[in-house]
């Protein structure tokens, strides 16, 4: 039963880490859409 518990905790850390990373990458695309956007416009 406590083997069990662990198991489902380290499955739902994982899964939030997977979840932050992709959030976090998300922004960092963001970001280089709008530099290239504003490189772009200044050409």
Not at 7 to 19: F, K, Q, R
Not at 26 to 36: H, L
Request: net charge positive.
């Amino acid at each position: 039963m406590r083997a069990w518990a662990m198991l489902l905790i380290a499955g739902a850390v994982v899964l939030s880490g997977c979840n932050t990373i992709e959030g976090v990458g998300r922004d960092v695309q963001s970001v280089g859409n709008t530099v290239a956007k504003t490189a772009n416009g200044a050409k």
